[in-house]
Structure formats: structure tokens, C-alpha cells
């Protein structure tokens, strides 16, 4: 997504009560500046999800009892001055400015001293990047930009502000995912300050770890932020991906070289497929996860042929386990290698037969908990992640099929069921089991499709003494 990063900001994108409350806190004697990501997206034309008020000039006390007259406030952080307040409707963080000082290792080891009557200047010290220290007055429409936000915003370049920077062993994350939701590229300075921060990594708790690489999952263009990941020395701490940068493909089927410039390529396309397609979050998270590790098995299967043809057989297994690894180190939930996981084995499916009834109907069970409109969408990521070559929806006879059959979504409903067995004399137990299994496997295979031809099914495959004898 392109932004013009020197468009005025919209006074229309400005909520009539964000407006009333700065006003309010200027007649009580402080001056309001938005501050962070929402003067960032204003200049971008974004509107912002939240806004972020610095108050200055106002004690702790008088900023408590203003914010009171308007509506519900709470303290949130007592020590650093910050204050939710609820406004028909909106929920406004304020705060004093501060200063932070490191007092130990750590994401979390700082001493924060709130000061109303600290300057910009060396409030704004304590913002990581340029393009988030940018300071906006809406009363008096004025935008202050100490550290050259705009400028880095223009070029595309993302900065830190100050040597504070390398106190925050969070920060080459918050990298990544800022570079990949503004298509940016790290500045050199800040990757070296990136680079010395690695031995912290492992003070991070996972939870925040996961937050970044969640917001990852939705920016535009991601393949920049794995590229930040790269320039910061970070990509070193994630060996699934860092191994992918010297494996090479053949260039037949992949002209845009090695698995690392096809991952960056297949993640970007994926990111463009879930816009298109309007999925929700937790779809988008398994598709972006899915695209970023459904090659990694390469590394452990690439094979340079006498001809110097290249092949990978069976990366689609091997990457599984090396998805997995990867999962459990950015701390994300079972439940998202249980979707990707199939996804991953069978982004190849569609290469290996043809799109029929019976093939569809087993693909759709294979998928579980996945499904076929996922896996459509993942296939057409890795077939357009080939630039040169063109995009393209291998798969797309496949969806057509499975819509027509309504399997896009679920796998084909069981017409032969416990019940069902119980009502022709079969009692409940492991050869009930086994035949279950087994009536299933040739309803796939189009043995029958209703409870009509079901029961014929049924009949030459139950022999008599399995029928229990009626009372």
C-alpha cells in the first residue's frame, strides 16, 4: 500500500471527541499533543485506530480531575502518569511525558519517571522510531517533528531516535513488523544497534514475541519485514528461515532464485490474496504462517542432480516438522500448526492428479481443519511467488469443484453414522469402530452418497453374524 507521507493532515479524520478533549485540557491549563502511531497514520491518511494523548503542563493531580469532568477514567499506570479515559464511546490513552532509564537486562527493566514540565525534546527521546516521534497540537494544528519522521516516512527508511534504542531488546521486532506494514527498509545505523541487542533475545517473553509476529501477519507487504529481520542480524535467531537464504532452486520451475527470494515473494502474494479475498483475522494468520513455512522442508531435501537439475522431493513432509519448530519459537498457539500443518503437506496436491469428485471429497478430508478455499488460496501464493513469471491459480479448477460440491468450506458430512449402524444390529465396540472407518473410505471414494444407496452399502458388507439378534 503507497501513501503520500507529506499530505496535510485531514481535520476530518480528527473525532469531534478527541477534539473536545484536547480543548478541554488547554482550558484547564495543559497542552494536548497527539503523540506515536496515530500522528504517523494522520499524515499517511490513515485513520487511526487509537490516539495516544501527551499532556504537558499539567500536574498528575489536575490532569486526574480535568480528564474526570469529561467522563470514566481510570489509571492504568499510576508511576508513568498514564490514564485511560472512556468518551462516548472511545477509549483515549493519556498520559504525562517521562523519561526511561535502564535498570537491568530486559524488555521490561526500566525506571519510568513521568515530568509534566519535561520539553519535547527530550520526551520524545524515549519513541523508538523516527516515524512514530512525530508530535501533532490539533487545536493549534501544528505538527512538530524533532527527529525527521516525515523525512524517514518520504524515504521510506526506518530510524531509530536516539541511542535509547538499544536499551529495548523488543525493538528489532517492532522492526520487522513496522517495516512490513510501511514497506520499509532499516537503516543501516539502526541495524547495527539491531545487532548488538541479540544476546537479549531470549529475555523476551513469548507472549510479546507472538504480539509482533501476529501484527506481521497483517501488514502489506511482509516480505520487507522478514528482509528488516535480515538487515537487524535477527534472522539468525529463526534457523527455519535463516536456512532458507542459501537454498537454491532449480531455476526451470523458479526463476526468482533461491527459497528465501520465493518466501518473500509467496508471503507478499499472500497478503494480497487475503485483501482480495477479505478474510478474517484468524484465516489471514493461518494463510501468511502457511505461505512463510510451507518451503522450509527444502532445506533438508534439495538435491543438485548430475544434469545440475535441482529437485526437493518430499520438502512438503519435511517442512512440517520444521514449521513446527518454528511455531513453538515465536510462541503461536497449537491450534495454528494444527491448520497450517495440512495446508503445508498438500500445497502440492493439485500437481500430482486431477480435479475430480472423488479427489476433491478426499483432499477436503485431508485438510480438516483447514479446507480447500484456504488451500486454493495458499497454491496460488506459491505459484505467483515466481516473479518473472507470471501470477497464476493452479488450483482453481479444484475450488470450482469443491463450491459446486459445497466442500470448499467442510469435508463431506458422514451418511453412515454410529447410529446409523446401531439401527441395522451393529452394537457399539471396535468392529463398529473399523466399520465406520470403513464406510467412510468409500463414501470418498463415491461408493455411495445417500442414506438410500448407504443401506445398499451396507448390506454386502455386513455379514450376517455381525448382526446382533433382535429381542
Same mark, same amino acid.
Not at 12 to 30: F, K, N, T, V
Not at 172 to 183: D, G, I
Not at 304 to 316: A, E, L, V
Not at 355 to 382: G, H, T, Y
Given at each position: 500500500?503507497?501513501?503520500?507521507?507529506?499530505?496535510?493532515?485531514?481535520?476530518?479524520?480528527?473525532?469531534?471527541?478527541?477534539?473536545?478533549?484536547?480543548?478541554?485540557?488547554?482550558?484547564?491549563?495543559?497542552? @494536548?499533543?497527539?503523540?506515536?502511531?496515530?500522528?504517523?497514520?494522520?499524515?499517511?491518511?490513515?485513520?487511526?485506530?487509537?490516539?495516544?494523548?501527551?499532556?504537558?503542563?499539567?500536574?498528575?493531580?489536575?490532569?486526574?480531575?480535568?480528564?474526570?469532568?469529561?467522563?470514566?477514567?481510570?489509571?492504568?499506570?499510576?508511576?508513568?502518569?498514564?490514564?485511560?479515559?472512556?468518551?462516548?464511546?472511545?477509549?483515549?490513552?493519556?498520559?504525562? *511525558?517521562?523519561?526511561?532509564?535502564?535498570?537491568?537486562?530486559?524488555?521490561?527493566?526500566?525506571?519510568?519517571?513521568?515530568?509534566?514540565?519535561?520539553?519535547? #525534546?527530550?520526551?520524545?527521546?524515549?519513541?523508538?522510531?523516527?516515524?512514530?516521534?512525530?508530535?501533532?497540537?490539533? /487545536?493549534?494544528?501544528?505538527?512538530?517533528?524533532?527527529?525527521?519522521?516525515?523525512?524517514?516516512?518520504?524515504?521510506?527508511?526506518?530510524?531509530?531516535?536516539?541511542?535509547?534504542?538499544?536499551?529495548?531488546?523488543?525493538?528489532?521486532?517492532?522492526?520487522?513488523?513496522?517495516?512490513?506494514?510501511?514497506?520499509?527498509?532499516?537503516?543501516?545505523?539502526?541495524?547495527?544497534?539491531?545487532?548488538?541487542?541479540?544476546?537479549?533475545?531470549?529475555?523476551?517473553?513469548?507472549?510479546?514475541?507472538?504480539?509482533?509476529?501476529?501484527?506481521?501477519?497483517?501488514?502489506?507487504?511482509?516480505?520487507?519485514?522478514?528482509?528488516?529481520?535480515?538487515?537487524?542480524?535477527?534472522?539468525?535467531?529463526?534457523?527455519?528461515?535463516?536456512?532458507?537464504?542459501?537454498?537454491?532452486?532449480?531455476?526451470?520451475?523458479?526463476?526468482?532464485?533461491?527459497?528465501?527470494?520465493?518466501?518473500?515473494?509467496?508471503?507478499?502474494?499472500?497478503?494480497?490474496?487475503?485483501?482480495?479475498?477479505?478474510?478474517?483475522?484468524? @484465516?489471514?494468520?493461518?494463510?501468511? /504462517?502457511? @505461505?512463510?513455512?510451507?518451503?522450509?522442508?527444502?532445506?533438508?531435501?534439495?538435491?543438485?542432480?548430475?544434469?545440475?537439475?535441482?529437485?526437493?522431493?518430499?520438502?512438503?513432509?519435511?517442512?512440517?516438522?520444521?514449521?513446527?519448530?518454528?511455531?513453538?519459537?515465536?510462541?503461536?498457539?497449537?491450534?495454528?500448526?494444527?491448520?497450517?500443518? *495440512?495446508?503445508?503437506?498438500?500445497?502440492?496436491?493439485?500437481?500430482?492428479?486431477?480435479?475430480?469428485?472423488?479427489?476433491?471429497?478426499?483432499?477436503?478430508?485431508?485438510?480438516?481443519?483447514?479446507?480447500?478455499?484456504?488451500? #486454493?488460496?495458499?497454491?496460488?501464493?506459491?505459484?505467483?511467488?515466481?516473479?518473472?513469471?507470471?501470477?497464476?491459480?493452479?488450483?482453481?479448477?479444484?475450488?470450482?469443484?469443491?463450491?459446486?460440491?459445497?466442500?470448499?468450506?467442510?469435508?463431506?458430512?458422514?451418511?453412515?453414522?454410529?447410529?446409523?449402524?446401531?439401527?441395522?444390529?451393529?452394537?457399539?465396540?471396535?468392529?463398529?469402530?473399523?466399520?465406520?472407518?470403513?464406510?467412510?473410505?468409500?463414501?470418498?471414494?463415491?461408493?455411495?452418497?445417500?442414506?438410500?444407496?448407504?443401506?445398499?452399502?451396507?448390506?454386502?458388507?455386513?455379514?450376517?453374524? @455381525?448382526?446382533?439378534?433382535?429381542?
Amino acid at each position: 500500500m503507497k501513501h503520500d507521507p507529506f499530505r496535510a493532515i485531514d481535520p476530518l479524520l480528527l473525532p469531534a471527541d478527541l477534539l473536545q478533549l484536547c480543548r478541554h485540557l488547554a482550558a484547564s491549563g495543559g497542552r @494536548a499533543w497527539l503523540v506515536g502511531g496515530c500522528v504517523r497514520d494522520l499524515l499517511l491518511g490513515i485513520p487511526p485506530h487509537d490516539y495516544d494523548v501527551e499532556v504537558y503542563g499539567l500536574h498528575e493531580s489536575a490532569l486526574t480531575t480535568a480528564l474526570q469532568q469529561l467522563g470514566r477514567c481510570e489509571q492504568v499506570g499510576r508511576q508513568f502518569g498514564v490514564h485511560k479515559l472512556w468518551l462516548h464511546g472511545r477509549t483515549i490513552d493519556v498520559a504525562l *511525558p517521562r523519561t526511561e532509564v535502564k535498570q537491568g537486562e530486559g524488555h521490561r527493566a526500566f525506571s519510568v519517571q513521568s515530568d509534566p514540565f519535561l520539553t519535547p #525534546e527530550i520526551a520524545s527521546l524515549r519513541r523508538d522510531f523516527t516515524i512514530n516521534a512525530m508530535m501533532y497540537d490539533p /487545536i493549534h494544528a501544528h505538527l512538530l517533528d524533532l527527529h525527521g519522521g516525515q523525512s524517514d516516512l518520504a524515504s521510506r527508511t526506518l530510524r531509530h531516535v536516539s541511542a535509547a534504542f538499544g536499551e529495548d531488546p523488543l525493538r528489532p521486532l517492532r522492526a520487522m513488523q513496522f517495516a512490513a506494514r510501511f514497506s520499509m527498509r532499516l537503516a543501516a545505523e539502526t541495524g547495527v544497534i539491531c545487532r548488538a541487542l541479540i544476546d537479549e533475545a531470549t529475555t523476551l517473553p513469548g507472549s510479546r514475541i507472538r504480539e509482533e509476529w501476529m501484527k506481521w501477519c497483517h501488514a502489506a507487504t511482509p516480505s520487507y519485514g522478514l528482509r528488516a529481520l535480515r538487515e537487524s542480524g535477527w534472522l539468525a535467531l529463526y534457523p527455519e528461515l535463516f536456512a532458507l537464504t542459501d537454498c537454491p532452486q532449480d531455476p526451470r520451475w523458479h526463476p526468482e532464485g533461491s527459497v528465501w527470494k520465493h518466501t518473500l515473494q509467496v508471503v507478499d502474494q499472500a497478503a494480497r490474496i487475503a485483501d482480495r479475498q477479505g478474510l478474517d483475522r484468524h @484465516a489471514r494468520e493461518q494463510l501468511l /504462517i502457511a @505461505a512463510l513455512c510451507h518451503d522450509m522442508g527444502k532445506v533438508d531435501t534439495t538435491i543438485r542432480h548430475d544434469n545440475g537439475r535441482i529437485s526437493s522431493p518430499g520438502h512438503n513432509l519435511q517442512s512440517l516438522t520444521r514449521a513446527g519448530s518454528f511455531l513453538r519459537r515465536i510462541d503461536f498457539p497449537k491450534e495454528m500448526e494444527a491448520y497450517i500443518s *495440512p495446508l503445508i503437506r498438500e500445497h502440492m496436491t493439485h500437481m500430482h492428479g486431477i480435479a475430480s469428485e472423488k479427489s476433491v471429497r478426499r483432499l477436503a478430508f485431508r485438510l480438516q481443519p483447514a479446507n480447500i478455499e484456504l488451500w #486454493e488460496m495458499l497454491v496460488e501464493a506459491d505459484a505467483s511467488g515466481r516473479f518473472p513469471a507470471p501470477p497464476s491459480r493452479p488450483a482453481q479448477e479444484w475450488l470450482q469443484l469443491a463450491i459446486t460440491m459445497q466442500q470448499h468450506h467442510h469435508p463431506v458430512r458422514r451418511v453412515i453414522t454410529g447410529r446409523v449402524l446401531i439401527d441395522c444390529g451393529i452394537e457399539p465396540g471396535p468392529a463398529m469402530g473399523a466399520l465406520l472407518a470403513k464406510a467412510y473410505e468409500a463414501q470418498l471414494n463415491g461408493d455411495f452418497f445417500d442414506i438410500d444407496s448407504a443401506r445398499t452399502w451396507l448390506a454386502r458388507e455386513i455379514p450376517p453374524e @455381525a448382526v446382533a439378534p433382535s429381542s
